[in-house]
């Protein structure tokens, strides 16, 4: 299903008025973004993942990549300054026929990338990007209680809270809770 669906790439003037690229990832994408996901991993408190657990290698990467090539309701998408991957964002399709109008989003920024509109811009254009898609009809995320500056980002985008797991998330023996949210994108909406 390759080019069904394809974005457009895009440059944008971040609130530090640095334009970056924002393009759809491609395979020899895997290593650039290997590396910023090593970089932002350990220094996020709010992505469930450890430094241990991030074992993939640049194929292993490669095949994840052409995951979001070869479905038409999956998209990944990286930002790039001077060349370097400086974060991405995935809206991950539903592999499931009963489910396939329904992704799930994750995104990832180095730190100094934060808190300048790429977030913004991102969740932009995969909104975009998903209302033009065919399939797609509602995008949903998780995002613990205590990420009140994701929390803003994602209600300003017009994402409705969905309901809360309590003590979803356990590190170093304290719990958070996992609030799922969620934006309709059919074309009704």
């Not at 490669?62 to 974060?87: C, P, T």
């Not at 992704?103 to 975009?128: D, Q, Y």
Request: aromatic residues 10%; negative net charge; proline residues 2%.
């Amino acid at each position: 299903m390759l080019g069904v669906n394809v974005f457009k790439t895009r440059e944008v003037v971040l609130k530090n008025n640095i334009p970056v690229v924002i393009r759809q990832a491609v395979l020899s994408d895997a290593e650039g973004i290997l590396n910023a996901i090593n970089k932002y991993i350990p220094e996020s408190e709010y992505i469930p993942l450890k430094k241990n657990e991030l074992s993939q290698s640049i194929e292993e990467k490669e095949e994840w990549i052409k995951g979001f090539l070869d479905y038409e309701n999956s998209l990944l998408l990286v930002a790039e300054y001077n060349d370097e991957i400086i974060g991405n964002i995935d809206l991950t399709g539903s592999r499931r026929e009963i489910m396939s109008h329904t992704a799930l989003i994750g995104m990832g920024l180095l730190t100094e990338w934060r808190s300048c509109g790429l977030g913004t811009n991102f969740l932009s254009l995969l909104i975009e990007w998903a209302k033009s898609n065919t399939v797609l009809e509602l995008l949903w995320l998780q995002v613990y209680t205590e990420n009140r500056e994701g929390f803003s980002l994602y209600k300003k985008m017009g994402f409705i809270e969905n309901g809360i797991i309590r003590n979803f998330f356990k590190q170093d023996d304290r719990y958070f809770h996992n609030l799922t949210m969620s934006l309709d994108v059919s074309k009704g909406s």
